[in-house]
């Protein structure tokens, strides 16, 4: 079964261990983000079976053109675990975002 919500408390844990799996990043890195960037209001879980299979981060920007300030969304931080490959989880994740949003 999938579900897809907004993070919640005591998650990270999982979180950083998808995040290694899927990028590859270093520990620093990903201490640096969860440290000093993550916040769960502004993050996007799907959960297959109740495990955490893909995240994404969503960042409040403002667009700044000559014809004004826009207020938008930057998707930041949008991975799934290698396990779940091939199983269109991202596309999933990024549709719910999408509605999620507007």
């Known amino acids: 079964m999938i579900e897809i919500r907004p993070a919640g408390e005591n998650e990270v844990a ?30 996007l879980l799907l959960l297959k079976d109740k495990a955490i299979a893909a995240m994404l981060t ?17 998707l930041y931080a949008i991975v799934r675990h290698p396990q779940y490959r ?11 975002a999408h509605h999620y949003l507007y």
């Open 14 to 43: 999982e979180q950083r261990e998808i995040w290694k799996a899927g990028f590859g990043d270093p520990p620093a890195y990903i201490d640096l983000f969860y440290t000093h960037r993550y916040k769960k209001e502004e993050t």
């Open 86 to 96: 091939h199983q269109q989880l991202a596309v999933k994740l990024l549709h719910y």
């Open 58 to 74: 969503l960042w409040p920007v403002i667009l700044v053109t000559p014809g004004g300030e826009y207020p938008s969304t930057m």
